[in-house]
Structure formats: structure tokens, C-alpha cells
């Protein structure tokens, strides 16, 4: 069965910190990955996709960018952290297809002050 | 482009009511859609999806029905319980769409005990 592990649980930063986020995907081989940021109370946006290891493709950027430096691991960094990056952050993973079922991780909650 | 519609933010229900979340989408051909289930402070569980028209997708008591007349794939069930409390999301994904899914703005059901 397929896990996906997403870290840390949360974090509290300060505004013009860095940040690194990280997802492993687990029993799924080669699978497409992507990054959504949820506000509070608000719906998902996408962030980032990766269909293959050192591939990523930007959907809406938000001063956020992303890597992915093995096939099962996912990761979300800035330099420099603004208050608006506060929300919800979910991993999620999919087979290959354009129109295949996402599924998520469990998220991690960052806030900045 | 491509879009969502949930029209309703918040449904109020009493234990064993019969419940319809409405979702209508715009999209060129023929998208799949999907129905996720976010639980507070969780990352967002699926539900099910179709593919083409007619065909009704379900899970845990929940159904929807693919309508590509009326461009819609409202949720339904016959009888709520206080655990189906949660926020529940309409997506998209078409083949044009670069594995983007399209949410919907997520509609929050409360059901009082």
C-alpha cells in the first residue's frame, strides 16, 4: 500500500526565514507529485507538479519553489518567508496520467509571524 | 478555462436528512470528475470519480452522477450522519488541463446531533 509522509507536522517561522518542507511518497514507483497551499478556511491551490525526478513545473509560484531530488521525495523551500505563505501545505502523489486521481498527504501547517 | 461551481458555502443538516451538495463545471470535451472529503486539520480524502457521462460514482453511502447535459455532478445521500461533518470539494481534470485538478470553492456541511 501506497504512504505518504509529509514534514515537519508544523511549523512556526519568522517572517524573512527560510523554509524547507519535505514529502516521501513510499510503495508507488515513479509516481507524478505536486504541491498545493490551502488558506485557512479556503479552498486548494496548486503550487507545483513533477511527473519525474528533476522536473518540476510551476503553476502559481508564490516567491516558492520546488524540487525534487529522488523519485519518491518532494520539496518546498524559500529563502525568505512572508507573512502570506502562512496556511496549509499538502503533498499529494498520482500515477501517470493527466486525468488520474490525486491523493494527498497529510499536511503540514505553517504560520508566520 | 476550465471551472467549478459549488453554490452552496455551508449546508446545515439534522442526523438521517437526505443531503445534495451541488457542483457544476465548465470544460471543453469530456473531464473527469471527482468528489474529495477534507476532514479539520487533514488533508483532503477521496471520495470517488466518473469519467463519462451517466456513469455514477459512490463510496461510503455518497453518489454522484455524471451529467454532461447539464454539466453537473452533484452529491448526494440519503441519510447524513454527524461523522460526515466536514468540507467537501468538486474537482476537475481534463486532458488539456496539465495535470491541474480544478477545485471547486468547497462546501462545508455541519450536521447537528
Known amino acids: 500500500a501506497q504512504t505518504i509522509h509529509q514534514w515537519p507536522v508544523a511549523e512556526i517561522k519568522a517572517v524573512g526565514s527560510p523554509l524547507s518542507l519535505g514529502c516521501t511518497i513510499k510503495g508507488k514507483s515513479s509516481p507524478n507529485l505536486y504541491w498545493y497551499w490551502q488558506a485557512t478556511g479556503g479552498t486548494l491551490q496548486q503550487l507545483f507538479y513533477s511527473i519525474t525526478v528533476g522536473q518540476v513545473e510551476s503553476v502559481v509560484q508564490l516567491n516558492l519553489s520546488a524540487s525534487r531530488p529522488k523519485d519518491d521525495q518532494f520539496i518546498l523551500s524559500t529563502e525568505k518567508l512572508l507573512l502570506s505563505h502562512s496556511g496549509f501545505y499538502l503533498c499529494?502523489?498520482?500515477?501517470?496520467?493527466?486525468?488520474?486521481?490525486?491523493?494527498f498527504g497529510p499536511g503540514t501547517r505553517l504560520l508566520v509571524l | 478555462g476550465d471551472s467549478v461551481t459549488q453554490t452552496e458555502g455551508q449546508v446545515a443538516l439534522s442526523e438521517e436528512d437526505f443531503l445534495t451538495i451541488h457542483c457544476n463545471y465548465s470544460?471543453?470535451?469530456?473531464?473527469?470528475l471527482f468528489w474529495y472529503v477534507q476532514y479539520p486539520g487533514e488533508g483532503p480524502q477521496f471520495l470517488f470519480r466518473a469519467s463519462r457521462d451517466k456513469e455514477k460514482g459512490s463510496s461510503r453511502g455518497f453518489e454522484a452522477t455524471y451529467n454532461k447535459e447539464a454539466t453537473s455532478f452533484h452529491l448526494q445521500k440519503a441519510s447524513v450522519q454527524e461523522s460526515d461533518s466536514a468540507v467537501y470539494y468538486c474537482a476537475l481534470s481534463d486532458l488539456d488541463s496539465n495535470y491541474q485538478l480544478i477545485w471547486g470553492s468547497g462546501t462545508k456541511l455541519i450536521i447537528k446531533p
Open positions: 499529494a502523489w498520482s500515477l501517470r496520467g493527466r486525468r488520474d486521481t490525486q491523493y
Open positions: 470544460a471543453s470535451g469530456y473531464p473527469a
